[in-house]
């Protein structure tokens, strides 16, 4: 596995070009084949045969390339599984001699600090299962154990998996979206790349849609602020390219094509920007295989267009995107033709440019990325030269730097990780070496990731409203339902919090009043004031979190946990504006944002 961005490319099944990459490698004494085998397990089956194509028919030499490069997958896979036969042979006396010195402090049930097991996974899912996390605070996790259809949900309250309704055909290479309505589309993926299914967590049930204009596999999808889905790219069946765009109206549950992006991306780093707009970056190049991008685009809801930026500092694909608090973005790791990378960049919105950052500390591909509450970003698992990785990092905007944590439990690679409301990262399933792997490679264990947010001395104050005008980004007041408050309709707010050092946790008042949706929001209790970078500059974004009394929008009073973000740019007129954000998570869930209209916001480090 000395090149990632091919072994990726095995893992999650892509183009053909990467058998002819793997036949020059997989002899050699250095390759390390397990995550391979579990790809051609999933791809052939248990034991794949040389001159037999992906579909199990024999090749006829003077076929097309895209045949003989299939044949070349199939006799890639059979001289892999011969290699790991033979590697077990060879290293067994080896491992049974040192499992015990080695390995026996973990058998005695020690644990990574920072890292915690919760409940498994009914089903192992492997590189390509997909999550999505609900309006309530749980988790979706669907895909991954093609040809099968199962679902299940992840509660954070009781730490469990359990299983949901089956979607309505097997998908693999599939791609999901939490809307706002609540429900989950779930899109394209083979066998059926060009039909999709709603997900409505309050039955547990799929249900068909509308269909894409194209059929998709291995393609994009991003919710827009707009509360449209916007999918784009993949390829059809044969691994033919696409660089089409189509935006899924939940309202109307019709998906209607939009503007083409510039290139044919595969593995893109893919975010939405604070702005509404998107960033896709790199990739590899679906016209040149073996090819990997260094250039950039950005999708504007606003004209349907897509426009190049600025070209990333070198070519990666199979890299992580993430939003960071001060608007920028972090592209971190991925792989280029050659080698996993551990260098990582910045994206700057205001200037289309992107600039390197600290490397991380150790090359990796096919891992999860998240922001903390506190804005920093976890990088966790992934895949390298030396295999699946247990080892994790976080990058602080502040610094520009990353700094090693403690290891996961289970080395792990295609993982899908979720911020949980709690705070803590939900990492589950994913391909891996370790026992406890299913015939496929895959793995059932799930951990919690739990980041000690530190409170910030300091104090935060303001009062105002928000507004929905239909021209702000974002215009958003969100009820249960997910329908956007009327034009005119507004929220009022008003807040004092502070921390001082030595304090148990913040004190203080915050008061909220959704007048449209009939919404009362009242902190009982803080448990967090956290200070730092926003996109307005050092400490000018605020987190507060506590206990609230909540009435509406459906149902009587209920205490609910709260989360309230803030930003202090100056002014209401002040660009940037300032900006409040208010969640609740529970019963009757609710999530209002928006500029600040009329009034401030103050925000005061110590």
Same mark, same amino acid.
């Given at each position: 596995?000395?090149?990632?961005?091919?072994?990726?490319?095995?893992?999650?099944?892509?183009?053909?070009?990467?058998?002819?990459?793997?036949?020059?490698?997989?002899?050699?004494?250095?390759?390390?084949?397990?995550?391979?085998?579990?790809?051609?397990?999933?791809?052939?089956?248990?034991?794949?045969?040389?001159?037999?194509?992906?579909?199990?028919?024999?090749?006829?030499?003077?076929?097309?390339?895209?045949?003989?490069?299939?044949?070349?997958?199939?006799?890639?896979?059979?001289?892999?599984?011969?290699?790991?036969?033979?590697?077990?042979?060879?290293?067994?006396?080896?491992?049974?001699?040192?499992?015990?010195?080695?390995?026996?402090?973990?058998?005695?049930?020690?644990?990574?600090?920072?890292?915690?097991?919760?409940?498994?996974?009914?089903?192992?899912?492997?590189?390509?299962?997909?999550?999505?996390?609900?309006?309530?605070?749980?988790?979706?996790?669907?895909?991954?154990?093609?040809?099968?259809?199962?679902?299940?949900?992840?509660?954070?309250?009781?730490?469990?998996?359990?299983?949901?309704?089956?979607?309505?055909?097997?998908?693999?290479?599939?791609?999901?979206?939490?809307?706002?309505?609540?429900?989950?589309?779930?899109?394209?993926?083979?066998?059926?790349?060009?039909? +999709?299914? @709603?997900? /409505? *967590?309050?039955?547990?049930?799929?249900?068909? %849609? !509308? $269909? =894409? #204009?194209?059929? &998709?596999?291995?393609?994009?999808?991003?919710?827009?602020?707009?509360?449209?889905?916007?999918?784009?790219?993949?390829?059809?069946?044969?691994?033919?390219?696409?660089?089409?765009?189509?935006?899924?109206?939940?309202?109307?549950?019709?998906?209607?094509?939009?503007?083409?992006?510039?290139?044919?991306?595969?593995?893109?780093?893919?975010?939405?920007?604070?702005?509404?707009?998107?960033?896709?970056?790199?990739?590899?190049?679906?016209?040149?295989?073996?090819?990997?991008?260094?250039?950039?685009?950005?999708?504007?809801?606003?004209?349907?267009?897509?426009?190049?930026?600025?070209?990333?500092?070198?070519?990666?694909?199979?890299?992580?995107?993430?939003?960071?608090?001060?608007?920028?973005?972090?592209?971190?790791?991925?792989?280029?033709?050659?080698?996993?990378?551990?260098? +990582?960049? @910045?994206? /700057? *919105?205001?200037?289309?440019?992107?600039?390197? %950052? !600290? $490397? =991380? #500390?150790?090359? &990796?591909?096919?891992?999860?990325?998240?922001?903390?509450?506190?804005?920093?970003?976890?990088?966790?698992?992934?895949?390298?030269?030396?295999?699946?990785?247990?080892?994790?990092?976080?990058?602080?905007?502040?610094?520009?730097?990353?700094?090693?944590?403690?290891?996961?439990?289970?080395?792990?690679?295609?993982?899908?990780?979720?911020?949980?409301?709690?705070?803590?990262?939900?990492?589950?399933?994913?391909?891996?070496?370790?026992?406890?792997?299913?015939?496929?490679?895959?793995?059932?264990?799930?951990?919690?990731?739990?980041?000690?947010?530190?409170?910030?001395?300091?104090?935060?104050?303001?009062?105002?409203?928000?507004?929905?005008?239909?021209?702000?980004?974002?215009?958003?007041?969100?009820?249960?339902?997910?329908?956007?408050?009327?034009?005119?309709?507004?929220?009022?707010?008003?807040?004092?919090?502070?921390?001082?050092?030595?304090?148990?946790n913040p004190t203080g008042n915050l008061q909220y009043n959704d007048h449209a949706g009939n919404v009362t929001i009242t902190a009982v209790s803080f448990t967090l004031l956290n200070i730092g970078a926003g996109v307005c500059g050092p400490n000018t974004h605020a987190k507060i979190q506590g206990s609230a009394a909540v009435t509406g929008p459906s149902g009587g009073p209920s205490t609910q946990d709260f989360e309230a973000e803030v930003d202090d740019c100056g002014s209401p007129s002040s660009t940037p504006p300032d900006t409040f954000k208010i969640t609740t998570t529970g019963p009757t869930s609710y999530m209002a944002m928006g500029p600040v209209v009329g009034g401030n916001i103050t925000i005061r480090k110590q």
């Amino acid at each position: 596995m000395a090149d990632s961005l091919l072994v990726d490319r095995i893992a999650r099944q892509r183009g053909p070009s990467l058998a002819a990459w793997a036949n020059g490698r997989i002899g050699s004494a250095s390759a390390r084949p397990p995550p391979l085998v579990g790809w051609c397990r999933r791809r052939f089956g248990r034991s794949a045969r040389a001159g037999r194509s992906p579909l199990g028919k024999s090749v006829p030499p003077d076929r097309d390339e895209r045949q003989r490069n299939g044949n070349r997958e199939a006799t890639l896979c059979a001289r892999a599984q011969g290699m790991e036969t033979l590697m077990r042979r060879k290293m067994l006396i080896l491992t049974s001699s040192l499992i015990f010195f080695l390995f026996a402090p973990l058998a005695l049930g020690t644990c990574a600090a920072n890292w915690t097991a919760t409940g498994s996974l009914n089903i192992a899912r492997g590189e390509l299962h997909i999550t999505a996390k609900l309006l309530d605070g749980r988790v979706l996790y669907a895909g991954g154990d093609f040809p099968g259809r199962s679902a299940e949900v992840y509660d954070p309250t009781i730490g469990t998996f359990t299983l949901t309704g089956n979607m309505t055909t097997p998908r693999n290479n599939v791609n999901i979206t939490a809307l706002l309505t609540g429900k989950v589309l779930v899109s394209g993926g083979y066998p059926n790349t060009s039909s +999709a299914e @709603l997900y /409505d *967590p309050a039955t547990g049930t799929f249900s068909p %849609t !509308g $269909s =894409m #204009s194209e059929g &998709r596999r291995n393609h994009e999808a991003i919710l827009l602020q707009n509360g449209k889905a916007l999918v784009f790219g993949g390829s059809e069946c044969c691994y033919i390219p696409r660089n089409s765009a189509e935006l899924y109206d939940p309202l109307t549950q019709v998906f209607t094509r939009t503007g083409n992006l510039n290139a044919f991306r595969e593995n893109p780093a893919v975010e939405l920007l604070s702005s509404g707009k998107v960033l896709v970056a790199g990739g590899s190049d679906q016209i040149a295989p073996g090819t990997v991008l260094s250039s950039a685009e950005v999708y504007d809801p606003a004209t349907g267009l897509w426009s190049l930026v600025g070209s990333m500092t070198m070519p990666r694909g199979v890299a992580s995107a993430t939003l960071l608090t001060n608007g920028k973005v972090l592209v971190a790791g991925g792989s280029s033709a050659t080698q996993v990378l551990a260098t +990582a960049e @910045l994206f /700057d *919105p205001s200037t289309g440019t992107f600039t390197a %950052t !600290g $490397s =991380m #500390s150790t090359p &990796r591909t096919l891992h999860a990325a998240v922001r903390l509450q506190d804005g920093r970003v976890l990088v966790a698992g992934g895949i390298n030269a030396s295999g699946y990785l247990a080892s994790a990092e976080v990058y602080d905007p502040s610094t520009g730097t990353f700094s090693p944590v403690s290891s996961m439990i289970t080395a792990r690679g295609g993982i899908g990780a979720v911020l949980l409301n709690n705070g803590r990262v939900l990492y589950a399933g994913g391909g891996s070496n370790e026992p406890n792997i299913d015939s496929r490679g895959d793995t059932r264990l799930a951990e919690l990731f739990t980041a000690e947010v530190a409170n910030t001395p300091g104090k935060v104050t303001g009062g105002g409203y928000i507004q929905p005008d239909g021209t702000m980004t974002p215009a958003t007041l969100l009820i249960q339902s997910g329908v956007n408050a009327s034009v005119g309709d507004k929220a009022t707010f008003g807040f004092g919090v502070q921390f001082a050092a030595g304090d148990t946790n913040p004190t203080g008042n915050l008061q909220y009043n959704d007048h449209a949706g009939n919404v009362t929001i009242t902190a009982v209790s803080f448990t967090l004031l956290n200070i730092g970078a926003g996109v307005c500059g050092p400490n000018t974004h605020a987190k507060i979190q506590g206990s609230a009394a909540v009435t509406g929008p459906s149902g009587g009073p209920s205490t609910q946990d709260f989360e309230a973000e803030v930003d202090d740019c100056g002014s209401p007129s002040s660009t940037p504006p300032d900006t409040f954000k208010i969640t609740t998570t529970g019963p009757t869930s609710y999530m209002a944002m928006g500029p600040v209209v009329g009034g401030n916001i103050t925000i005061r480090k110590q």
